[in-house]
């Protein structure tokens, strides 16, 4: 055997030699793997579950920090600590005037730039209740009234931010399906007069907070991550309908948390998942993760299928490398090393002599082409590089600023009068009122006296776009022009009015504008009312809920609520092919020659 194989040719010894000496090993260990891999899979799954949970536990932490910073800087603001204890009870006669509004605007401060958080309230000892919450305090006062256990456990904890269980808000007007929010709760002590308790703080923060750092993890193709507070109360779960289910009765739960036990095998409905659990030190919430059993299993059957495939490709591999082997085939390749190097260097005038006409020759011929094709590519790139620059500051040069074409429109408007064009005239004025006063600089409040000039030179614009198929009606009443409103408060709704409503009319169409006072001099309240087309039913609601076309209408809405209060707002009415009608009530903001900020303290 040993004489055969010594006298054979050179070729049969080194497929011997590479069959010993690295097939055969490899299959071994293959072999051998393929044995462990249900364990390897297993052992995977919850090593990476335990390392996902540990990253969603960091993440959400760090938020509720962030958040019960938020809440603390409640003692910040020693005025409001102020305000309330002279609004409480005990010093009742001493109460300040505006004391009240002292407190809601901070309120509705400590919500601005915070998405996560939905809504704050104070609830006062002497009763009151102050808010910042642009659905107004109708939703909330019934949950809280259905929980007194919260008020309860704040105040046992005497100052200390608690998290309390996952609670769902109904369908309403603001939203037309059910949302879930987490609410967290302090009791606010008098740090100026011996601590006393003068009311309790609550924030209620978004579950989409907690959306938007969970539903990003996956543990396994059916798998699912939950979190839970110490008494079992779900706070956080994909599904909806899973927040009214109380952990605190389910064998795993017990067992996990009274062992501690970051691993667990459960049998759950009939099947076997694996749970890992990590517990946040930080406020005692119980991250889980479930991965059913079978993905495991088919994780191992996919190994189990690479390793067999991949062990074949390698069998085929070595075979045909040992058949090349015994060819002239390392002496070319390592005269294409040389040149590779010498092309790393800038030689790109380097060629190979293809010394066959096979594989290896037509590698070296197309290697040469490379090479020849790299040299002519970097020579139009510097060429291209160097048109760009020369086109860039062409681009530059040829740049036109806003007065040129201030100065071309006035140009064509005296060429339109000596023509005796009026209405190409007027057109050309009112479209350069409308640039100058939308690009304009300055303050982003503005008189209702402009903003009416521009609504006018815009409707004009657009009636004869339309061919006078509808005509746009003003009626304010003069005391109101010097009063200030944000600028292009007007141009969505009319936009809408005239692209949506009066684009099916052939004629007859009518918009009016309305602007008047409340009884109250408080507000102002502006209706564009319509007799186009309408809004249908159910796009209507759509729009309301931010869900179609439409959400630039309500954001004008949000700004007004947050600033001044719910009264505020934008309220859109529709019947579908009779019109649609737009009422916005704005704060009555007078003409006070002031900045914009000072104005908004005014």
């Keep these: 055997m040993w004489m055969k194989l010594k006298n054979a040719k050179l070729r049969n010894k080194l497929m011997v030699m590479l069959a010993l000496f690295i097939l055969a090993p490899l299959v071994f260990a293959g072999f051998l793997f393929y044995r462990s891999s249900s364990n390897f899979a297993a052992e995977r799954a919850d090593r990476e579950s335990l390392q996902a949970l540990h990253l969603v536990r960091n993440n959400v932490d760090q938020l509720l920090s962030e958040i019960e910073n938020r809440m603390l800087a409640v003692y910040d603001n020693e005025l409001m600590i102020e305000q309330l204890s002279l609004m409480d009870g005990r010093n009742l006669k001493n109460s300040a005037a505006g004391a009240e509004d002292s407190v809601n605007r901070f309120l509705r401060e400590s919500l601005r730039g915070k998405e996560d958080i939905d809504s704050i309230y104070l609830l006062a000892r002497s009763g009151s209740m102050y808010f910042a919450d642009i659905k107004g305090s109708g939703l909330f006062k019934p949950i809280l009234q259905e929980h007194p256990e919260w008020t309860e456990e704040i105040e046992r904890k005497a100052g200390q931010i608690i998290w309390l269980p996952t609670y769902e808000m109904p369908p309403n007007n603001y939203f037309g399906y059910a ?12 740090v100026t007069d011996s601590l006393q308790n003068i009311g309790v703080l609550m924030m209620n923060v978004k579950i989409s907070a907690l959306d938007q750092i969970v539903e990003r993890v996956n543990v396994s193709p059916h798998g699912v991550i939950l979190i839970a507070d110490s008494g079992g109360h779900m706070i956080w779960h994909r599904n909806d309908e899973a927040y009214g289910i109380n952990l605190a009765g389910q064998p795993f739960f017990k067992e996990m948390v009274s062992s501690g036990d970051s691993l667990s095998l459960q049998n759950i409905d009939g099947e076997m998942y694996r749970i890992g659990m990590v517990q946040s030190e930080y406020n005692g919430w119980h991250y889980f993760s479930f991965i059913p059993q079978s993905d495991v299993g088919k994780e191992s059957g996919s190994l189990k299928r690479f390793f067999i495939v991949t062990l074949c490709v390698f069998a085929l591999l070595f075979v045909l490398l040992a058949s090349l082997t015994t060819h002239y085939i390392t002496k070319p390749i390592r005269q294409m090393a040389v040149a590779m190097k010498r092309i790393q260097k800038d030689n790109f005038e380097y060629r190979l002599q293809a010394q066959s006409e096979d594989e290896i020759g037509l590698l070296q011929s197309s290697f040469n082409s490379m090479s020849s094709r ?229």
């Design 179 to 190: 949302t879930q929010y987490i609410p967290a709760g302090m009791l606010v002590k008098d």
């Design 374 to 602: 790299i040299n002519d590519l970097i020579q139009e790139v510097k060429e291209i590089s160097e048109q760009e620059k020369e086109a860039e500051v062409k681009a530059l040069q040829a740049q036109i600023n806003p007065h040129f074409v201030y100065n071309t429109l006035d140009a064509m408007n005296w060429i339109a009068i000596e023509r005796e064009q009026p209405e190409i005239s007027s057109m050309i004025t009112s479209l350069s009122d409308i640039m100058r006063y939308a690009i304009r600089p300055g303050s982003p409040l503005v008189t209702i006296r402009e903003e009416l000039k521009w609504a006018r030179n815009y409707a004009y614009l657009q009636e004869m776009r339309f061919e006078e198929r509808f005509e746009v009606r003003f009626d304010i009443d003069e005391e109101l022009y010097e009063y200030r409103v944000p600028r292009l408060l007007l141009q969505p709704y009319l936009e809408n009015s005239i692209l949506h409503g009066m684009g099916e009319l052939e004629s007859g169409g009518l918009i009016e504008v309305r602007m008047k006072r409340q009884e109250n001099g408080q507000a102002i309240v502006i209706t564009i009312r319509d007799n186009g087309s309408g809004i249908p039913g159910d796009r209507l609601q759509l729009i309301r809920s931010r869900m179609a076309h439409g959400i630039g209408m309500y954001n004008l809405n949000d700004r007004l609520k947050l600033e001044y209060g719910p009264e505020f707002g934008v309220q859109v009415h529709s019947v579908y092919g009779e019109g649609t009608m737009v009422t916005i009530v704005l704060p009555a903001i007078e003409r006070l020659g002031g900045t914009y900020d000072e104005q908004q303290e005014g």
